[in-house]
């Protein structure tokens, strides 16, 4: 694949979600800027292919709990190494600030801002299919914690960030109550039941350079990347 398309044609009234203008980075990648009316976060969008995704994993937080709090069937909403249920406290974190909020699959199912939705498993898949090989690489941030350039782990094997979707390795709350795999890992819900209790999520290693899919219970705490509606 020799081309990506990463402009924006227009850009959406504020309150409806999906405001602001395009600005450049230094990459000069394209984002457009939108405010979730909710709470007042800003985030940075991009356009991949035919797809508008946000740039920044999704930090909408109503409440919190420590990661020993799980459900397949009530909302929760973690943030990782924080263990208590002091949502201001919990914003106040570096983790929060960098690496956003995990939440289970039913907070995830309605945690998207008006204009935007969690991705289906199909969206996820043209997105890879788009992308084509190292499509893992070609989403993850670049640089590495050990050269002191970035937040993955050595070897972030493929980094490119070319379409400016700045995969973080957020890591994700286990179906045992602990936070694991921050810095190696990032971890993202798509809402395609594929049986009983068994949901896709689409999975990003330091060590590889692909964009894998798994199988997980909705009580794993993930991130969440909304994309346009």
């Not at 800027?33 to 007042?40: E, K, L, N, Q, Y």
């Not at 990003?204 to 692909?210: G, N, V």
């Amino acid at each position: 694949m020799s081309v990506f398309i990463f402009s924006l044609s227009s850009c959406d009234k504020e309150d409806d979600g999906k405001n602001g203008n395009g600005d450049d980075d230094d990459s000069g990648i394209t984002y457009l800027s939108f405010t979730d009316p909710r709470d007042g976060n800003v985030y940075k969008a991009v356009t991949i292919g035919e797809q508008v995704w946000m740039a920044e994993n999704l930090k909408y937080l109503p409440e919190v709990v420590g990661p020993a709090e799980g459900s397949l069937t009530t909302s929760y909403y973690y943030v990782y190494d924080y263990n208590g249920t002091d949502v201001s406290t919990a914003k106040a974190t570096d983790n929060y600030a960098t690496y956003g909020v995990l939440y289970n699959l039913t907070a995830a199912l309605s945690a998207c801002p008006v204009g935007w939705h969690l991705p289906t498993g199909n969206e996820w898949t043209n997105l890879s299919d788009y992308l084509n090989d190292n499509a893992g690489g070609k989403l993850k941030a670049t640089g590495t914690i050990e050269a002191g350039t970035g937040l993955w782990l050595h070897p972030n094997r493929g980094a490119t960030n070319e379409t400016g979707f700045s995969a973080l390795p957020g890591g994700f709350r286990t179906n045992d109550g602990v936070f694991y795999a921050i810095e190696g890992a990032g971890h993202w819900w798509s809402d395609k039941e594929i049986s009983t209790n068994i949901f896709w999520h689409q999975s990003i290693y330091f060590t590889l350079s692909e964009v894998y899919r798994h199988d997980f219970s909705p009580e794993l705490g993930s991130s969440v990347r909304c994309i346009r509606d």
